[in-house]
């Protein structure tokens, strides 16, 4: 869309790629952006040698009381 991020980091040099959501319902279009999202997080957890298991700050926020 004109005027969008993309644009601006386009302007920065940075490449852009613009997905779309599936599914008809809004919260359905949400879901599948999570999930791919979650993918990509892991493939690049992979390609980096990290372990994509940790997260500190779900960690620390099911110690609260």
Do not use: H
């Not at 869309?1 to 809004?26: C, F, I, M, N």
């Not at 493939?43 to 298991?53: I, R, T």
């Amino acid at each position: 869309t004109a005027g969008g991020a993309g644009d601006g980091l386009r302007r920065q040099g940075a490449s852009v790629l613009r997905l779309e959501s599936k599914g008809k319902a809004p919260l359905a279009r949400i879901f599948s952006l999570m999930a791919l999202g979650d993918w990509v997080s892991w493939e690049l957890s992979g390609l980096y040698g990290v372990d994509p298991m940790p997260i500190p700050i779900l960690d620390a926020i099911k110690k609260i009381k």
